[in-house]
């Protein structure tokens, strides 16, 4: 297969600090050539922010607007895109490059990712980006400016244990199907995961592949402690790799990303950098070749 692994080493449109260390990380750590020994063909190429940084929203439209380009640009020579590193913000670029409405996404972490400006208790941008990509939050810097908004019914939200009160009320008022931690352990299950997908396919007739979004803070801190808001009771690799097989068996994925890879908050043996490495390498191979 061939896979167009995108860098996009900016975090709230910030290079240099933080989560926008990750990428290059990864990449270093032999990512590229890790993909080539299963038999995949691998072209790299890093996103470059194309204007110069006013302010974390204006930021990241342009990082996203890049990013975009690139993803068209993958999927046009056939390739499957793939983000290693960056921030929950990536989806943006990713989910406008796959055809925002015609895109399922499939978002995995331990926080809702789905806050908006008048809901945040935080006012951090980072806690809106699958919002934003909805049009929901921000839809004058984002959707309406595109023309083009992922339908929100064609979301599911996996492995939450950390949600806001107005997360959970956005969810639902506007149809998003929520998977917790349980839900995703017992797969097949009433309350599972292809329950969930079963009902946000049939609400969404128009998505015909899915984006697959894993913040790598889904899984239980033991496994990742590079992350900057670790949050306990998370999924184990295998679990998460389970989950992500229930999604590739029931519809194509034409995206994934794999984000929020703090190397400042990594442990000196490199535990979250090597986990998420192993993490990149098992979910292409599981969505490339999905077993049904
Ligand atoms: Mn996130």
């Known amino acids: 297969m061939k896979l167009t692994v995108l860098s996009v080493p900016y975090h709230l449109g910030r290079e240099g600090a933080g989560m926008a260390l ?30 110069p940084f006013e302010d974390e929203l204006q930021a990241v439209v342009a990082v996203n607007e890049a990013l975009a380009e690139a993803v068209r640009a993958a999927v046009d020579r056939g390739a499957l895109p793939v983000v ?69 019914r064609a979301c599911v939200h996996a492995g939450s244990r950390d949600l806001d009160p107005g997360e959970v009320q956005g969810f639902a008022a506007t149809g998003v199907q929520v998977v917790g931690v349980e839900g995703l352990r017992n797969d097949g299950s009433e309350g599972g995961l292809e329950a969930a997908l079963r009902a946000a396919l049939a609400t969404a007739p128009r998505a015909v592949h899915a984006y697959v979004h894993v913040d790598i803070d889904v899984l239980d801190p ?71």
């Open 22 to 51: 990750g990428p290059a990380r990864y990449l270093e750590a032999g990512l590229a050539a890790r993909l080539e020994a299963r038999g995949h063909e691998v072209e790299v190429v890093e996103i470059r922010r194309p204007a």
């Open 84 to 152: 290693a590193g960056g921030n929950c913000n990536v989806a943006l670029g990713m989910t406008a490059g796959l055809g925002a409405g015609e895109t399922a996404v499939v978002w995995f972490d331990a926080h809702g990712d789905y806050n908006t400006p008048a809901t945040t208790p935080s006012g951090f941008l980072d806690g809106m980006p699958l919002a934003i990509a909805c049009g929901v939050a921000h839809p004058e810097a984002w959707a309406q400016r595109r023309g083009e908004a992922v339908d929100p």
């Open 222 to 292: 033991v496994f990742v402690p590079g992350v900057d808001f670790p949050s306990p009771g998370g999924l184990t690799p295998g679990d998460l790799v389970a989950a992500v097989g229930i999604v590739a068996a029931r519809i194509p994925v034409a995206g994934l990303s794999v984000t929020a890879y703090d190397p400042e908050r990594d442990d000196a043996a490199g535990t979250t950098m090597a986990a998420g490495l192993d993490l990149i390498e098992r979910l292409v191979d599981t969505v490339v070749t999905p077993t049904a």
